[in-house]
């Protein structure tokens, strides 16, 4: 892969050039869409991180060998979905991660029932020594050294631990009240994605707005919902477990920390294409975005973690098809009216002109 993309630096084959584009200056499409695509390269990986996905010692392939495990034990959100793990137990070939039916993110309370343990998010408010133990007691096969390190790492540099930690203590301040939430809100500053500079290393008010409420509040349909405990008897919304909308900026980082360790916003529904002479851009599709993060391009413009990270990095991949699919989906179902008014449409024009028609023509 020699040539480069000149919008966004992304490493291409000459065959994968445009059709129309000469030899002697290529010009390629499916990086970028030629520029249109313009969301910040993703931040260099913090050099401890760095080490272990390149290096060949013991505790570098030992982290890459259970990538996806530290990956589940770090995360604010837990994933359901079901795994097929059939096609890996003929024990030959590379691993492949394959699920059936949807694929779900899901965010619970900031405090565990009390029959439980505290797990995701609500490690994050914990003493990071009492956090660990727990860690190491769901996942005694990995290296405690690293899962510290990792730990900490996270603790410091990642914005979302603080927004937990600060939702926490808002929420400590209204303990008796069982309708108080905390809704947390992309900021509107990341609706532009235009600019093809990395991202500068977020605060914790810089990635989001904490809402709180009483439960009266207008609510965005891609808002998180934190609270303390749940409260089964108020119904949809608040039980221990909320689904997470994947159209929200933090729907691939709050999973995906080690992918993400700075929390860099994923594909959004406020994303626009790069279009100065249009008055609307058009939105930026989810399989655009996906094409743009998994490019190849030099380590000295971006280290993607994404393409190094082996079976956590196909977990990410097959999120972002499902998501894409999903979406896909519930458009076909929310429009049905729309889609078959076109259809109807065209049979009543052909059966008005009372000509010799081939039915199954018609709405292709």
């Not at 301040?173 to 990395?198: C, F, K, W």
């Not at 929390?263 to 851009?281: A, K």
């Not at 076109?342 to 039915?359: I, K, M, P, W």
């Amino acid at each position: 892969m020699e040539y480069q993309c000149k919008y966004c630096g992304a490493l291409h084959w000459l065959n994968e050039k445009l059709e129309k584009s000469p030899k002697r200056d290529p010009q390629f499409s499916m990086c970028c869409k030629h520029g249109e695509v313009r969301i910040p390269l993703l931040m260099a990986p913090p050099n401890f991180l760095y080490r272990l996905l390149i290096s060949n010692d013991e505790q570098a392939k030992e982290f890459r060998a259970n990538i996806s495990q530290y990956n589940t034990a770090l995360a604010f959100t837990s994933v359901g979905v079901a795994v097929d793990d059939n096609v890996n137990r003929c024990g030959r070939g590379p691993p492949v991660f394959r699920i059936h039916g949807e694929l779900k993110h899901w965010a619970g309370t900031l405090l565990p029932k009390e029959s439980s343990s505290p797990a995701y998010a609500q490690l994050y408010i914990l003493d990071p020594r009492v956090a660990q133990q727990y860690r190491m007691q769901r996942n005694s096969n990995l290296r405690p050294e690293t899962m510290l390190a990792h730990q900490n790492l996270i603790r410091d540099i990642n914005p979302y631990a603080k927004v937990f930690q600060h939702a926490f203590e808002i929420l400590q301040e209204h303990p008796g009240a069982e309708d108080y939430s905390i809704s947390l809100r992309v900021m509107p500053g990341q609706d532009v994605g235009l600019n093809t500079h990395r991202y500068n290393l977020p605060t914790a008010d810089e990635v989001a707005v904490l809402v709180p409420g009483d439960g009266t509040q207008v609510v965005d349909s891609c808002d998180i919902i934190l609270r303390l405990h749940a409260n089964e008897s108020q119904g949809v919304g608040h039980g221990a477990l909320q689904r997470v909308n994947d159209g929200h900026a933090a729907y691939s980082s709050l999973h995906y920390v080690l992918l993400f360790p700075h929390g860099e916003p994923g594909w959004h529904w406020g994303l626009r294409l790069f279009q100065p002479n249009h008055e609307n851009p058009k939105r930026l599709s989810q399989t655009r975005y996906a094409a743009f993060r998994l490019q190849v391009r030099p380590h000295e413009k971006e280290f993607s973690i994404v393409l190094h990270a082996r079976r956590l990095s196909q977990r990410y991949i097959v999120d972002l098809w499902a998501s894409a699919d999903q979406n896909r989906l519930n458009y076909l179902r929310k429009n049905q009216t729309k889609l078959r008014a076109s259809l109807y449409g065209g049979l009543e024009d052909a059966l008005s002109r009372d000509v010799n028609v081939n039915l199954n023509d018609i709405g292709q």
